[in-house]
């Protein structure tokens, strides 16, 4: 869907002669027509307008949360209502993203159910220890049973 | 600048965070909004709306500002409550939530434009995947989630133009279509047309069909499912779940106007081990 308003740099509450002006600018002639059937007509103009709105609604929300990069945004061609632009410097949109990103938290804060191991690592590091231990005695006592630290009995 | 942000009025925010019932007041907000994004809340969507209302477990200040907000649609307040939802909701609640939305946007049989857009906003939003989300629609309404209308497109108006002087048939699934303007005016009844919509069914469809329809839409959408929500979200399950109700009743009494005929069942070809084959043709034989 094309954003008329924002590619014709007009308000959305623009009135009927700016809109006609502003069309009448465009070079591309199918696309003046197109302009000018929706947005000259009242009552298509109405159910534009609606839908329009919505969208840019859905299109903020969605750069301000990061999901204009998300799969059903991504589907259909919707550069029109995609707004990356930073917002002025000064304005209560641009404090709040600075003052976010300096002290939002790193992870979520939904809780993660982890592991008894993961949540205490001197348990893991003593489980290991003595796993490790307990192979080299193993390996030791299986060594000597066998007799191979020691030398072998000269043949006489 | 055209787009640039208003100030945020804190009344919202600031009852958000007070509130005690946090998760239940983003899932009326974000309920009402579908409600209210097509720009017109029908009878039974304000209907469901008051319903809702009433199961808030919440201050009625923070019902009204979240009503408020849905009504007018502002990015900065809706932010809030998606935010929230977005990072504190369990993954079940969210599922949930789609579910009650997608229930929501075709409460009035039909799927507009903007509803389409904000499903599937609220699908990327509480990360659920195109594929899963068009499993989960086809499960709550019966029919697969259709592609979005252009309004900026001079075919998609021409469509709705003729459809709109030509008598559109009941069971043509309409995506964008205008306001039914007769029908809005008498909330509570609803005719076999409606109800066929309502149960995902097209014309001519026999009682089996009906009945099977609405056991799996009535199993997916029951509201003790969505206890988990919140009391609000199991009132508007509760209103929706009525509508369904009704439906089927509608087309298990009226017998002539949306059923087909009795016919006996077509001869399908169902596997049966040891002599099926002869079965199977004799079955074909008669059926034919």
Not at chain 1, 5 to 13: A, I, M, N
Not at chain 1, 103 to 112: D, L
Not at chain 2, 45 to 52: A, I
Not at chain 2, 259 to 264: G, R, V
Request: hydrophobic residues 40%.
């Amino acid at each position: 869907m094309r954003d008329f308003y924002r590619l014709l740099e007009v308000e959305p509450t623009a009135s009927r002669k700016e809109l006609r002006a502003a069309l009448m600018g465009v070079k591309d002639v199918s696309f003046r027509n197109r302009g000018a059937s929706i947005l000259l007509d009242e009552r298509r103009r109405a159910v534009y307008d609606r839908d329009r709105q919505v969208l840019a609604t859905i299109g903020r929300m969605r750069s301000h949360l990061g999901l204009y990069l998300a799969p059903f945004w991504a589907r259909g061609d919707m550069t029109d209502f995609t707004y990356t632009e930073t917002p002025a410097v000064g304005s209560p949109r641009f404090d709040d993203i600075i003052v976010k990103q300096a002290f939002a938290p790193a992870k979520s804060r939904r809780r993660r159910h982890r592991h008894r191991l993961s949540r205490n690592p001197e348990i893991k590091a003593a489980i290991i220890g003595g796993i490790i231990g307990l192979a080299l005695i193993l390996l030791l006592i299986f060594l000597s049973s066998h007799n191979l630290l020691s030398l072998p009995a000269p043949q006489q | 600048m055209l787009y640039e942000a208003t100030t945020t009025e804190p009344g919202f925010r600031e009852l958000f965070r007070g509130s005690e019932h946090r998760q239940a007041l983003c899932v009326l907000t974000i309920v009402a909004w579908v409600a209210c994004c097509d720009g017109k809340v029908s009878p039974r969507e304000q209907e469901l709306l008051r319903n809702t209302a009433e199961g808030y477990e919440g201050t009625e200040r923070e019902m009204a500002a979240a009503l408020e907000v849905a009504k007018s649609g502002q990015p900065e307040q809706l932010e809030v409550a998606c935010r929230y939802l977005r990072s504190h909701a369990s993954r079940s609640s969210k599922k949930l939530l789609a579910q009650l939305a997608i229930t929501m946007a075709v409460l009035d049989g039909r799927l507009s434009v903007s509803e389409n857009f904000v499903l599937q906003f609220l699908a990327d939003l509480l990360d659920i995947s195109p594929r899963a989300f068009n499993r989960l629609f086809e499960k709550t309404t019966g029919r697969p989630f259709p592609q979005a209308g252009d309004p900026s497109s001079i075919e998609w108006w021409k469509a709705r133009e003729q459809g709109r002087q030509a008598t559109p048939p009941a069971d043509q699934w309409r995506i964008g279509s205008p306001t039914r303007g007769p029908s809005d005016a008498k909330p509570a009844e609803m005719d076999p047309a409606e109800a066929l919509e309502v149960l995902g069914l097209e014309e001519g469809a026999t009682l089996e069909m009906i009945r099977s329809s609405y056991r799996r839409l009535a199993r997916k959408r029951h509201p003790d499912r969505f206890a988990k929500l919140g009391r609000a979200a199991i009132v508007t399950a509760t209103a929706a779940f009525e509508r369904l109700r009704q439906a089927h009743d509608l087309l298990i009494s009226t017998p002539s106007t949306a059923q087909a005929p009795a016919s006996p069942p077509p001869p399908v070809a169902r596997w049966r081990w040891r002599g099926s084959a002869a079965r199977q043709e004799a079955g074909a034989k008669v059926g034919a």
